[in-house]
């Protein structure tokens, strides 16, 4: 891979996996390959890898094409399971999108920081909080896979630079004080 070019996966939010799959015409899906070949997965089904065509032919076994309505349920799927967002790219064309992986911080080789698929983009978004609202009750610092959120004492502390822009820890807040902005 050329430096400058990005890499194979890349995080969203479940609002543009919404996108990908609206503009989509066909679906296919096989089962995660991290699932399969790691210590198994605790968070979700196995089958969780979407394509938008048939040319890469999954990326574990049971590779078959499913409809609109499945896609839609691998969308509910990674909204209760919390699940990180994570589309992949043509290899020979870097800037299309061939489908979405629905990860996990249980058994996914990003997580685990495992070879070169560890390596992911960041998403077109980052997390902020309106400290006066936040409470500093952690559950963001639980819900953030990224190790993006701490707290220090009473406080919370973000390192936004750790922030993928995946929209978890918006999902748990209870005080409802994070947003997501445009990356800089």
Known sequence: MKSDEPHFHYVATR????????????????NCGCREEGPGCQRSRADVCLFFDPAMGGTGSDFHEVDRAFAADLLREAEEKRLVVRPFRYDEDRT??????????????????????????????????????????????????????????????????????????????????????ARG
Do not use: H, M, N
């Open 96 to 181: 299309r999108t061939q489908g979405v992986c629905f990860c996990c911080d249980d058994c996914c080789y990003y997580f685990r920081g495992e070879e070169e698929q560890a390596e992911c983009d960041r998403g077109k978004y980052v997390a902020r909080t309106d400290y006066e609202a936040c409470a500093a009750c952690g559950t963001c610092v639980e819900g953030c896979y990224f190790g993006a959120r701490a707290l220090e004492g009473e406080a919370l502390a973000v390192a936004e630079e750790r922030c993928y822009g995946c929209g978890l820890c918006l999902d748990v807040c209870p005080e409802g004080c994070i947003t997501l902005a």
């Open 15 to 30: 609002g543009e996996a919404e996108e990908l799959i609206a503009a989509a015409e066909r679906f296919w899906v096989s």
